[in-house]
């Protein structure tokens, strides 16, 4: 079966070891190599009969039922879901391919099995047909070629018993295959995938892979070198895509892309096996990109699931940086927790920190999370968005039962609601923690119902503590949207495609305090100020005061010259504050000089007629009679407290403009000459 083969050999690899999960390639690595683990090539050699036993249970728990009027094969009990035991990681994902591929080609092997007489066997019982169902698709996929007894193998009595059962009949089984093709005029036996899987199968074969560069180990331009020396030619986009050619990644600039058909190629090289070019789906790298975008420095991040050990050495690479902590959910085990740190420091990560407790289960006062201010949040969706869905649901670890679903093309409503529901209770506890500061939530599900709606029922519920500073949507680094009013836009999206897997993302951030300029600013900004005083007339008012006060200072004892006369009769006295007055009024009101002015009159008076000089004297004594009496405070009620209202304060700068000169003329007009005057400031009289 070439066309499965190739499919299956396209898995992931075991990044950590240096191998393929489907072939026992090693790639050296100078600095130390790392030890390879067992593993036959798939469709060669067969499996070891663990392999086999686990995958019949998992076939079994995935397994398409069937109307009464259309059963085939009797599966036994299926009431209790199987206990499966894996050796490592490697034989899980194995066992689980092996389980899927049976689910794939079920109508097709029942058939095969009824056709050739060898279902139904009285000496195998039902509760061993998964087995022989998984077994013959094995079978057939190795042309019905004994498989290798692998030393060191455990021996599981039914795995033997099955397989030398359906040795015996080899020939029949290859007959009764070939008359099923003719009898569906199939030219292959991809024929019986069913359409929903085909498709998926065409879209991911198609789809660029995409590999993150682990910056502790190499740099970009390293890279680049190293894949110019080994004849990649580097596009501007997918595209321009030609065999040996590849693209940097237009969100993530530390990610790049590549044609499918490179996989095999690229996983067996140097820079994969040194863990410098690494494979993962690029959801996950916008989603830690996302995150430490929003990380301060000094600050602690923490990611609510375990997921893939490479999502996390992904976010500890991106914080090298900083002096940022990792905090990772979820890990149940010492000897799980163990097997990360090995696969970290091979990494060279050292900044992570793994806490036993599921994220629900995190306290949101925890004094270990005291620094931390952003939250990832990555969890368990339908994953239907995802470039190979089943390779991302078993690399993170995710629900299994999801694949029965994969299988279908789509979610059941009741499954879709309990994803969804502890989604947002993931989602409700994050916004319980003070300190945190935002949050990032990336799904590759294809439904509003795990997306857009968790999100906002999370948001509409007010659970944060912090009443006053709610959560918010933003825009993600990667988003176009400025308009933060439209929150459909706000969410950073990828639909599937033949080019891109799928991409769900949302940012919400606590409102910041805003300063009391900030608040001034905005309402002024939207009109709400209107009517109310503005600080710019002040600062007019304050400008002549600074001025004022410097030409006083320049001038010397100019006013004192004006106000400190000797006892004059009645007439005289009254008019001996007016400069003084006016000196006050200057401080406070900025009028130019009219030669109409009253100012100009009092000047003419004092050198000249008596009789003008005498009204004027009445009038201003009349005007300012708390002016004589009270001294300095006349002086400062005086701009308002004058008879001549605005005119009064207009003209008084014409008399105070006159400076020193006025002082000296009043002086003269008293009949003290210069002589008295200049007696008047050495006396200092009040």
């Known amino acids: 079966m070439p066309d499965s083969e190739s499919n299956l050999e396209s898995s992931d690899v075991d990044v950590i070891n240096g191998t393929s999960v489907l072939s026992e390639t090693k790639i050296s690595d100078e600095k130390g190599s790392v030890e390879k683990r067992a593993v036959p090539q798939i469709g060669k050699d067969g499996y070891p009969d663990s392999i086999y036993i686990n995958a019949a249970k998992i076939f079994q728990g995935l397994r398409t039922e069937k109307s009464s009027g259309k059963i085939l094969l009797r599966y036994g009990d299926t009431s209790g879901s199987p206990t499966v035991a894996f050796k490592d990681e490697q034989s899980r994902r194995v066992s689980y391919e092996l389980a899927f591929k049976t689910l794939k080609y079920q109508v097709l092997l029942e058939e095969v099995l009824v056709e050739s007489k060898v279902y139904p066997s009285y000496s195998i019982p039902d509760e ?5 169902v998984v077994m013959l698709c094995d079978l057939q996929d190795r042309k019905f070629q004994n498989r290798k007894i692998f030393a060191e193998e455990e021996i599981v009595a039914e795995v033997q018993e099955v397989g030398n059962y359906l040795y015996s009949y080899e020939t029949k089984l290859a007959a009764a295959l070939a008359r099923c093709r003719i009898k569906h005029d199939a030219l292959s036996i991809e024929y019986f995938v069913p359409e929903t899987i085909s498709k998926q199968e065409q879209r991911t074969s198609a789809l660029p892979i995409c590999f993150w560069i682990n910056t502790f180990k190499i740099s970009l331009e390293d890279v680049i070198k190293d894949l110019e020396m080994k004849g990649f030619t580097k596009v501007e986009s997918v595209s321009d895509f030609d065999h040996y050619t590849y693209a940097v990644d237009q969100h993530c600039r530390d990610v790049l892309v590549f044609p499918s058909s490179l996989k095999e190629e690229l996983l067996n090289l140097d820079l994969s096996a040194d863990c410098k070019l690494l494979l993962q789906d690029k959801s996950r790298s916008l989603a830690v990109h996302s995150a430490r975008a929003l990380l301060t420095e000094g600050a602690d991040i923490i990611m609510a699931h375990l997921g893939s050990h490479l999502t996390i050495a992904h976010m500890s690479v991106l914080t090298n940086d900083s002096s940022s902590s990792i905090f990772v959910c979820g890990v149940k085990s010492s000897a799980k927790e163990e097997e990360l740190m090995n696969s970290f420091s091979h990494m060279g990560c050292t900044n992570i920190s793994l806490l036993h407790e599921d994220f629900t289960e995190l306290r949101p006062t925890d004094p270990r999370l005291e620094k931390a201010t952003v939250i990832l949040l990555i969890p368990q969706c339908s994953e239907l968005g995802a470039g190979n869905p089943m390779e991302l649901i078993l690399s993170e670890h995710g629900d299994a039962d999801l694949l029965q679903d994969l299988f279908q093309g789509f979610v059941s409503e009741d499954k879709l609601r309990i994803l969804a529901e502890r989604q947002l209770n993931e989602l409700l506890h994050a916004l319980k923690f003070n300190k945190v500061q935002a949050i990032v939530y990336c799904t590759c599900s294809v439904y509003p119902e795990e997306n857009e709606l968790v999100v906002k029922k999370a948001l509409e519920s007010g659970v944060e503590r912090d009443k006053a500073r709610r959560y918010r949507l933003i825009p993600s680094i990667f988003s176009t949207c400025s308009d933060s009013e439209s929150s459909t836009e706000m969410f950073f999206k990828i639909e599937p495609s033949e080019i891109s897997s799928g991409c769900f993302l949302a940012v919400l951030e606590r409102e910041k305090k805003a300063s009391a300029k900030d608040i001034l600013a905005s309402a002024a900004a939207k009109a709400l100020l209107d009517g109310i005083v503005e600080e710019k007339p002040k600062e007019e008012v304050k400008k002549p005061k600074v001025k004022q006060r410097r030409r006083k200072a320049a001038a010397g004892d100019s006013k004192p010259k004006a106000a400190k006369l000797p006892p004059r009769p009645a007439a005289a006295k009254a008019k001996a504050p007016v400069p003084k007055a006016a000196h006050k009024i200057q401080e406070t009101h900025v009028c130019p000089i009219c030669p ?91």
């Open 596 to 686: 109409k002015s009253p100012a100009s009159k009092v000047q003419k008076n004092h050198a000249g007629s008596p009789k003008e000089k005498t009204v004027q004297e009445r009038k201003a004594a009349s005007d300012t009679p708390q002016e004589t009496v009270q001294g300095k405070k006349a002086t400062s009620d005086t701009p308002q407290e004058t008879g001549q209202g605005k005119k009064a304060a207009s003209d008084t700068p014409q008399k105070t403009g006159q400076g020193r000169k006025a002082a000296s003329d009043t002086a003269q007009e008293t009949g003290q000459g210069k002589k008295a005057a200049s007696n008047m400031q050495q006396k200092n009289v009040p």
């Open 128 to 132: 061993l047909t998964s087995l022989l």
